[in-house]
């Protein structure tokens, strides 16, 4: 079945700095969406990229779809406590009727 | 804006016991899923309801069952819980199928002893 990779899986950067997770999956999708979780909170919807090499912003996230539609990122520039929590990203699953959670990156912003 | 609310919140359970989670969402979604979180293992699948009627398994289902009460409700049971469900559980919907956003409730935290 389809599967959908993260990495890395815990990242620990210094308020202020940047910070990219990387999405992989094993087939080619037609859309890919992320999500966000904060500690002790449920997933909540980021955006949803479609277009091969899509590119989209919201304020200081960056989210890229790859040009074969098998993989994307998420980049924060200049981190801040308040984006702390784990980043999930979402293909669909088998038969497009369902959602396919890759395992999550887990971000730690020390003030 | 309720959104999706699930029911309960907290719950332990001793080895054996039954117990059904209840989800209901207002946003008038075709689909309704149910998944757990476990730590370092993201969210995996448990049952999904592409639409009202219908259900099927997804990644994670032995030792649960679901109902799609209406197209509003979507309940999960564990008929003999066991240790290994101890975990947190997630209901979400969306409009339709796995291409839309996907809207989470408050997730149920469930401990079996």
């Known amino acids: 079945g389809q599967q959908v990779m993260q990495i890395p899986q815990y990242q620990h950067v210094q308020e202020g700095e940047d910070f990219t997770t990387y999405c992989n999956s094993s087939t080619t999708l037609s859309n890919i969406q992320w999500y966000k979780q904060r500690p002790g909170g449920h997933p909540v919807f980021l955006i949803q990229?479609?277009?091969?090499?899509e590119v989209k912003k919201q304020k200081r996230l960056t989210f890229q779809f790859g040009e074969a539609k098998k993989n994307s990122s998420l980049h924060i520039t200049a981190t801040q406590t308040t984006d702390v929590g784990t980043y999930f990203c979402a293909g669909p699953g088998n038969y497009g009727q369902n959602f396919v959670f890759g395992p999550g990156t887990r971000l730690s912003v020390l003030p | 804006n309720a959104g999706v609310t699930q029911t309960p919140k907290f719950q332990v359970l001793k080895t054996g016991q039954s117990m059904t989670l209840q989800c209901a969402q207002d946003m008038n979604h075709n689909s309704m899923y149910w998944y757990r979180q476990d730590p370092g293992m993201g969210l995996r699948l448990i049952y999904y309801?592409?639409?009202?009627?219908?259900?099927d398994k997804g990644e994670v289902p032995n030792g649960y069952n679901v109902s799609r009460l209406n197209k509003r409700e979507f309940s999960l049971r564990l008929e003999s819980a066991a240790p290994s469900q101890t975990s947190v559980y997630f209901c979400a919907s969306s409009v339709d199928r796995g291409n839309t956003e996907a809207f989470f409730g408050q997730g149920t935290r469930l401990t079996v002893v």
């Open positions: 309801s592409a639409s009202e009627g219908t259900t």
């Open positions: 990229l479609v277009k091969s090499g």
